[in-house]
């Protein structure tokens, strides 16, 4: 199983960033895909979850409606548009399969700041 995260970098508050994980090893289509963050002295929270193969989405409050998930499983890429993003989204990010182990990609740092 591999997940890999390219993307992530430095963004202006308001600004946004896409992040992509292309995902191999496993049958993608028939898993759950998330993205989870990590801030500095926090823990790990979950963003979003996008089911399969029905590619419905889920958000935590914190996101909703500045992120969206989707998934091209075609591609077996899972993605996470960030829009209107802000200082206290700096953190890194992580995609992860909802596999019966756990499953997460290296994870890319997205800084927010002016």
């Known amino acids: 199983v591999q997940l890999v995260e390219p993307g992530g970098g430095l963004v202006q508050p308001g600004g946004s960033l896409r992040l992509s994980c292309a995902a191999s090893g496993f049958t993608f289509r028939s898993v759950a895909m998330s993205w989870y963050r990590q801030a500095p002295g926090k823990e790990r929270e979950r963003l979003a979850t996008?089911?399969?193969?029905?590619?419905?989405?889920n958000y935590e409050d914190s996101v909703k409606g500045r992120f969206t998930i989707s998934r091209d499983n075609d591609k077996h890429t899972v993605t996470l548009q960030m829009n209107s993003l802000k200082p206290e989204d700096t953190a890194v990010y992580y995609c992860?399969?909802?596999?019966?182990?756990?499953?997460w990609g290296q994870g890319t740092q997205v800084t927010v700041s002016s």
């Open positions: 992860y399969a909802g596999l019966p182990f756990p499953a």
């Open positions: 996008i089911t399969s193969p029905g590619g419905i989405p």
